[in-house]
């Protein structure tokens, strides 16, 4: 699962978002764009997990995880160093 796939997926949405909320549709124009936006909402939605499932059953992924949030427990991440 590419990420760029699923921001593509987004931008196409706010697209269909935009032109709902702009443009002047018919009855059935409208029906026609809640339903698409309705799909790719489900679409998205269904990559996104996916793509989370394929990382937490990387080992290099969890690891990298596991360290970040140890770090975060322990105050020692990143965030801190900025500030």
């Given amino acids: 699962m590419d ?3 699923i921001r593509a997926k987004e931008k196409e949405l706010q697209k269909l978002e935009t032109k709902q909320q ?3 549709l018919t009855k059935e124009d409208e029906q026609k764009v809640v339903a698409a936006i309705r799909r790719l909402t489900n ?3 269904k990559m996104k997990k996916d793509r989370e ?3 937490a059953n990387n080992e290099n992924v969890r690891a990298l995880q596991e360290k970040i949030e140890n770090e ?3 105050g020692g991440g990143p965030e801190e160093a900025d500030r």
């Fill in 3 to 5: 990420i760029r796939e």
């Fill in 72 to 74: 975060r427990k322990m």
């Fill in 53 to 55: 499932e394929e990382l």
């Fill in 43 to 45: 679409e998205i939605k």
């Fill in 22 to 24: 702009t443009t002047p």
